[in-house]
């Protein structure tokens, strides 16, 4: 399963990026807004700061709604770095433009999937990746893991080449549970993928190797 950390914030893609295990980077509205990146330009230019940290997709998201505008904005990130996804939100709008994207060889995320309906139809369009979001319906008392199995079946039944992109990950049993079920990436925050080191015996049984070499050697 591929590694992408959801976030704009440069030190956390970083700290990813050295471990060695990052795969790519995503990225949305608020996540930008979070870090104080606004104005157009600058938000065009933190993509490329970041394309130039990690070398694997970026997804930057338009915001327009129409397909004139999707289009538009589309090819302008496209044409940013070759690392550039183009993240479009799933409306009907944003599935004539996938389809655009596709016929022009442009790489797409369809985000915002909350359906199996929606991943059939982004799949349909050549969508590269599709977002569900798992802890946002999670946050509904819906699983957000049912989703992604749902997804993984359509998919293989009809052999898409569209890859499921487990986004809105809270935690390391999510990430856990969406290797289990086959997740081709998931996207989650700096926190939820350290986690995934953490164990009390890796803990206690380090402190034990080294207080016992440091008696042998005193
Ligand atoms: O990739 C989508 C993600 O940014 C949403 O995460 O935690 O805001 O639901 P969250």
């Known amino acids: 399963m591929k590694f992408f950390i ?15 295990i990052l795969d790519g980077v995503t990225t949305n509205p608020s996540l930008m807004a979070k870090e104080g990146i606004t104005g157009e330009q600058n938000i065009l230019d933190h993509y490329v ?8 997709p970026v997804s930057a998201e ?3 709604t129409d397909f004139a505008g999707i289009i538009r904005e589309g090819e302008h990130l496209a044409s940013l770095h070759n690392n550039i996804v183009v993240k479009v939100p799933m409306i009907l709008e944003g599935i ?17 999937i909350f359906s199996a309906g929606q991943a059939i139809l982004a799949a349909k369009a ?15 008392s819906v699983n957000g893991l049912d989703l ?11 052999a898409y080449n569209t890859q499921i992109l487990a986004a809105s990950v809270r935690h390391p049993m999510h990430i856990i549970n969406c290797a ?16 995934l080191a953490n164990h009390p015996l890796t803990t206690s049984g380090l402190e034990t190797f ?3 070499y440091a008696k042998g050697n005193a």
């Open 148 to 158: 992604i199995a749902q997804i993984r079946l359509i998919y293989d039944n009809y």
């Open 96 to 112: 004539k433009a996938i389809k655009y994207f596709s016929s022009k060889g442009i790489k797409t995320n369809c985000t915002l």
């Open 62 to 64: 338009v915001i327009s």
């Open 126 to 140: 050549g969508a590269t990746y599709i977002s569900p979001f798992l802890g946002r319906l999670d946050d509904i």
């Open 49 to 56: 700061t970041i394309c130039n940290i990690v070398d694997g």
């Open 210 to 212: 080294l207080a016992d």
């Open 180 to 195: 289990e079920l086959r997740s081709d990436v998931m996207t989650g925050p700096l926190k939820a993928i350290k986690a």
């Open 6 to 20: 959801d976030t704009a914030n440069l030190e956390e893609i970083k700290e990813a990026n050295d471990l060695g």
